[in-house]
Every structure is written in C-alpha cells, then in structure tokens.
C-alpha cells in the first residue's frame, strides 16, 4: 500500500472522527506535529519506515510492544510511544481552544 492510499484510509476512519473521545490518526498525528517530533513529513511515512500497517487506534495496539516502542524511541523525539501519544492529544487539545 502507498503512502497515499494509508493516508486516503487513515482519513476515512470514520469511528474514530465520530467519537468525541478518540481523534483520528491523521488529525492527531498531523504532518506539523509530526515535522516537529520525528524525522518524517508525515504518520504514513513514519508507518512505512518500520513496515507497520495501522488504520486505527486498535492497529497500534495489535503491534508488537517491544518493536512499536523501539520504532518510536529510534525515529522520534519521545522516549516512548506514551508520551508521544500524550503529546499529540496535548497539542491537538490546544489547537481546538
């Protein structure tokens, strides 16, 4: 899959941009946040770069633990995945105020 098409599907998780309590990936992980705090543009490119598929939240927590949280400390500016996911929804929280 191109990083188009996972951008095109992250997109389209409709369950999550209708869920007050979850906010789609491509919102939370938006290409100012992630330019910011990794070494990539953009949550596709940081995905393919250690062959992870993920669409939704629940993806991220089918991936194995040791090599999700490796992924993160080696490619972004967070120890861990989180406090990156804290700092998204943090950052998010504070666009919408």
Excluded: C
Excluded at 30 to 44: C, G, I, L, R, V
Excluded at 59 to 67: A, G, Q, S, Y
Excluded at 85 to 93: I, P, R
């Amino acid at each position: 899959m191109s990083m188009e098409e996972l951008l095109k599907d992250l997109q389209g998780q409709r369950t999550f941009q209708e869920d007050p309590n979850h906010v789609s990936l491509d919102k939370l992980f938006n290409d100012a946040f992630m330019s910011k705090y990794t070494n990539f543009e953009s949550f596709p490119a940081f995905l393919e770069k250690g062959n992870f598929q993920v669409y939704s939240h629940e993806d991220i927590k089918n991936i194995h633990e040791e090599l999700w949280e490796r992924h993160v400390a080696r490619e972004t500016k967070f120890a861990d995945w989180k406090t990156m996911l804290d700092t998204a929804n943090k950052e998010y929280a504070g666009q919408k105020a």
